[in-house]
Each structure stands twice: as C-alpha cells, then as structure tokens.
C-alpha cells in the first residue's frame, strides 16, 4: 500500500486529510483505481513504473505545485477537465454559478444566447453547454493560451462551445439572452490569506485587480450587458465574498433589476444575478 509512504513523504507540507485527497487522486490518474479498488487492496500490486511516476508527483507537491496541474486535469461539474498553469483551476464555487444559470434556463424554455466573459479552462461554458444542449453557448478570453485549453475542453467533453479572443475593455458586438462571468477579483492586501501553490502558480492575469478598483471588472462587464444583453436579459456574476455587496450595489446604481446576492455552500456572499434594466 503506497498511502503511508506518501503521507511520510508529504506530512511535513499538507494535512493528512489533504494528503489522502491526493493519494485518491494519484491512484485514479495514474494506476487507474478508484476507491473501491483501493479498499480491495489492489494499490499494493502497482507496477514500477507507476510508482516512478507517483514519486515525481510527490517531488512536484513539494514544491506546492497544485495536485491538478501535475496531473493535468481536474473535474467541475462531474466533467473531466484539461488544466495547466495558463488557465485557473476550476473551484468548486463556481459550480453554484452553472447550477443557478442552468436552474433558470431550464424554466424559461426556449432557446437562448448565452455568453461566457474571460472562460479561462472554458469550464463554465463547457458545462453550460453540457447541460444545456439547447443553448448557443460562446465563450471570451485575452489569453490565447486559455483558449486552446478551454476549446480541448470542449471538444473532450463533446460540446460545441464558440470561442473567441477579446479584450473585455475594448468594445464588444452582438446580443445575448445570458452573461456569465467569474472575472478576476483579488486584491494585493487579500494575498497575504492565499495559498503558495495558488500564488506561485496560477496565472496571475486571471487573478488580481488594483487595489483602488476592486470592482475593475464587474464595473466593465456590467457596461458591456447593458450594451449586449437582450431585453430582460440576465447577468451572473460569481463574486469576492469580500465585495460581493459592493458589486450588487454598483449593479443597482446601474439600474439593473432584480439584483439578487446569493451565498455559496460555506454562507459566503458569491452569485450575484441581475436583470437588464
């Protein structure tokens, strides 16, 4: 059995119930054993070359190097997802965005526009697209890096996602039913209380805005759906649980409907939905 080695290896960085996380996560990606297999004892028969690699993968966790990029993938939304370091990992928060914007498509019938603002892994117009296979589903990013990751994305998950480079602060043309949008949101004083695989690792593009302007994007983003979103349209933001007050009553100041501030599994202030005056 590979776990007391690993946790021997790995208990001066990461708690023990972090510990076994990745363990699961090694011998699924690498051994291809589930649970199950595990509980039947099989992670005792691994071949040479596979604990090889599982050595690398500890050698990698030492550095603080996010479990999901050494392996290269990750799931959101019970799809399997393509990560590296030019896209964020997907968070399990922003699941609740997809299920809120899926949970009100589904009642409001026929079919949609919807579009996904700065997609990253395309992880949330992926999914979109999954569970909304009605929808026209298009998806934005300033990193052309991020978008071939979100289109394997896509395409792994059999999806027709139209993706598209586009500076979110430069004008925008067309009409849509629906804006989505996790923007970047993190501010230098809130580094102190982040992680190192998080700081030296995930792209910083998608993760920080200036200190004096917190709300850079959503304030953008709020512009571009009053100019883009359909009558009545609706706008989703996941949002800071820091801000996330803010950002409603800036939305409010822009006239939006309905603003509505939802809080995530944890009580976090995180969904904010609004409709377009």
Known sequence: ???????????????????????????????????????????????????????????????????????????????????????????????????????WYTGNGKQRRVLDIGTGSGCIAVALAKFLPEATVYALDISEKALEVAAANARNNGVDVQFFRHDIFEDLQGWWDIIVSNPPYITSSEKEAMSKNVLDYEPRQALFVPQEKPLIF?????????????????????????HGKATAEMLRKKRFKDVQLFQDISGKDRILVSYKP
């Open 1 to 103: 059995m590979m776990f007391p080695h690993i946790k021997n290896q790995l208990q001066d960085y990461y708690p023990e119930s972090e510990i076994k996380s990745f363990y699961y996560l090694m011998m699924q990606a690498v051994c291809r054993l589930d649970k199950q297999a595990i509980l039947l004892g099989k992670d005792a028969q691994i071949s040479m070359s596979d604990k090889q690699r599982i050595e690398k993968i500890i050698e990698d966790l030492k550095k603080f190097r996010p479990i999901q990029y050494i392996l290269g993938e990750t799931e959101f939304c019970g799809l399997k997802f393509m990560v590296n370091e030019h896209v964020l990992i997907p968070r399990p928060e922003t699941e609740e965005l997809v299920e809120q914007t899926v949970k």
């Open 218 to 242: 959503y304030e953008r983003i709020a512009d571009v759906a009053l100019n883009c979103l359909k009558e009545n349209g609706k706008l989703y933001f996941e949002t800071s649980a820091v």
